[in-house]
């Protein structure tokens, strides 16, 4: 591969504003590729994908260049120069690239190897919880992790079928294929930008990782029904809801975020799903209102999203140990009262992307002690080292009484 230094330029720029200005990477991300439209397809990927990987590997590299975090133009540079070495780059003859010690880094990477926060690139105080939580199985978890996420797109059933969807992405250039027990999904062969497709425009499919694909299919809705999703935010799972319920029946869409819920109120449109209402928490009225109305509860809680760290791999420097502390006790609560929504003989999942028992089964556990009207019907851990998707977890409930 040949470097082109305007490229490499916008991948330094990019790399200042994410570690040193704290800008989330996707976002950073998509302003510089607006930067230049000559730029092409090639190009875009480049940018893209070296900011990623020098995002997810920081710690490595920081290590390697020994530029102690201090994240100057110059050891920005140091930092690209270990991304370009590891990938085993010829360095052109540029000024910053003099003089580096190729050997001696390469050297340094397999030094680091017996380090797990070092190699796995993640904070000293995730390496002992993640170890803490999950035992010998965190070294796969975190692993499988690190790896570049799959692009995979859930089929509107409202509006076509996978075997359709497959052959109009193919003529706009898009490959995709099928996967195995995941009946809407399908993979692209190759990273594409699906945004710009028609098929997109028209609502035919949404981005949504397989994993979270079976989140709401847990949900055993049925058409006719009227569920409350309870952290909708912009809807991803929400729209899933409304295309296994064929549109028919209510989704009461609730978050405490209003931009989020104007955001879905787009995305429904698109995806043309007509039974979905969503209703800003701005006040207690709204939560107690629905006390005893549904059918069926989704609680996609928040978390501390180390399942899907493939695709944010910024929220290993911007997730902190009191962050986890404080949203724990943020879903014990949201588990307590949203249950409330619930008819008897309802059903409700909770669910979360998070690998963390402490988040999933054990807040299950623990509201099942004080609420005896309530049984568990299944449970499922989805692990990103097994599953090669993102990590989730998601239990079904039932209200007995
Ligand atoms: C995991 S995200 C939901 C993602 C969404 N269901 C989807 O599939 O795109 C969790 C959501 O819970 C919302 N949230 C946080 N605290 C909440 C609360 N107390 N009540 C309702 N929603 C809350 C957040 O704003 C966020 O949108």
Redesign the pocket.
Known sequence: MRLHRNLVLAVIDSLNYIYNDGLYADKVVEKTLKRDSRWGARDRAFIAETVYDCVRWKRLYNEIAGTKNHFTQENLWKIFTVWATLKGITLPDWKQFEGTPVRRLKGKFDEFQSNRAIRESIPDWLDVLGEKELGKQWDKEIYALNQQADVVLRTNTLKTNSQKLHKLLLEEEIATESIDGYPDALKLTERKNVFRTEAFKNGFFEV?DAS?QL?AAYLDVKPGMRVV??????????L?LAALMENKGQIIA????AN?LKELKRRAKRAGAHNIEPRH?DSTKVIKKLYNKADRV?I????S?LGVLKRNPDAKWKLQPDFIENIKR?QA??LQ??SKFLKVGGKLVYA??SILPSENEKQVQNFLKTHENFNLLKEKKVSPAKSGYDGFYMALLERTV
């Open positions: 949504q979270s989140v999703d309870a952290c909708a935010g912009a809807g991803g799972k929400t899933h609730l978050d405490i975020y989020k928490i989704l996609d809680a928040p978390c999203g943020t609560e949201i009262t949203y979360t992307c």
